[in-house]
């Protein structure tokens, strides 16, 4: 009779709560004898919010699982005090920093002070999910954090899209560049005045909702950097062998077309070259590395990098190497080992790779490292090195001392026109030469001592009378 006395003078919210705690002690004792584990995880108070929603989100990337707040790590069971919005704020708290927003389940047992509060977390069925801008997955009775391939991996897995076909809510049909899209037009083959949006459709640059996607930016608008900011392409050239001192820089920004032709220009500019005599008035200008092997290499760099680094694709030129750097390591189906034999394509943005197919910039997908092998064996250079150091892939073209050797500097567009201007004439002299190509005296004695000093021609008389002919 007291008891029951005891319970009818209890408010309706104690009742409930005495009702409960009674109904769910089995439930209790079987959580407090077990130990953390890959499902289960103990918080002391709600003042561990931030590692409560970092729980959340490593459990439904994973298998799923239970938070226990107000359980000691050691499995004592020490309780938390429930107020009138407790668990309506805590599944705000965990509903605003997730993404995709989560909504597990929340129960509590016990009264008063002495309350655990139990999270119920499913699986969520897109992978990875956030926290606080950042990834999780649980692993045994922690949490880690997952590196950004393999929250690719993940997505590409659970949504079935790759990173340049995700949409890209910040861009629209008038950021599109006409020079871009033209230029692309024009390498493809296509008609140039062909309608735009046909155009985005058939290179699947649209989602089933019309929104455009991430590759849309980088192929077909002059700044891509503002809406990637590591989507751009940076060239060196270093003095000696190490990167301690530049001799020339250079950041390109423009659309990926553009940024491939501005690194083979650089290449062009900061690399060696050999003039091979092939006719009584013509030659053949042999460049250090192999334009193939360079075009393939940053191609590859452009097409397969993790646009979700931050780093950039990197030319670093040295006195005996180039390097093409690209940000990213190699997806999990193909080791090192492979690249040096045919092997199948795995591109990790397949609707860049696409398009640079259908640019004819690309043959056939997977061939890329064998051609770039085969080039620089016709070249005479040795196998190019493929290795992954510091999360960057790197492609290492080594020159012999021997080449070192045979090769001189660039030569500037006025000494390579000079050159066929003596060919076609048969000789020249200083005077003619500075009209010819309007310098200055000095500089012209300068241009046909460096022709002279590469073999290009030869001295004939002294003096006056000194002329200049093609050898």
Known sequence: MFILYDVWVLSKRQFYLQLLSRLNMSCIIRIMTASESQFLEYKTSLGEIKSIVESVAAFATSQGGTICVGIAPDGKRVGVQLGRTTLEDLARDIKINTEPQQYPSITFEGIDNNVVINVQVDASPIKPVFAYGKSFIRVGRSN????????????????GHTWDAMPLADLSINDLSTNAIHDFLKRAGLYVDNDIN?????????????????????????????????????????????????????????????????????????????????????????????????REAIINAICHRNYTEPGMVQVRIYDNRLEVWNPGSLPPELSIEQLYHEHSSHPRNPRLAGVFHRAKLVEKWGTGTTRIINACRTHGLTTPDFVIESGMFIVRFTVSTQLINAFEEPLNNRLQKAITFIFEKGSINVDEYQTEFNVSRRQA??????????????????????????K
């Open 144 to 159: 880690q954090q997952l590196s950004r391939d393999e929250i690719m991996r993940l997505m590409e897995q659970t949504t």
């Open 198 to 294: 046909t155009m985005l459709r058939n290179l699947a640059m649209l989602t089933s909702q019309g929104q455009l996607v991430n590759a849309v930016a980088l192929l077909f608008t002059d700044n891509p950097h503002y809406f990637f900011p590591q989507a751009q392409l940076q060239c060196a050239r270093f003095a000696g062998t190490t990167s301690l001192q530049f001799i020339d820089e250079a950041t390109y920004s423009g659309s990926i077309f553009t940024q491939l032709d501005s690194a083979l220009q650089f290449i062009t500019r900061n690399t060696k070259q050999a003039i091979k005599i092939t006719g009584k008035l013509e030659h053949e200008v042999i460049p250090e590395y192999p334009v193939d092997a360079m």
């Open 445 to 470: 004695q300068r241009d046909l001592k460096q022709l002279v000093q590469n073999g290009s021609i030869i001295v004939d008389g002294k003096g006056p009378t000194t002329r200049y002919i093609a």
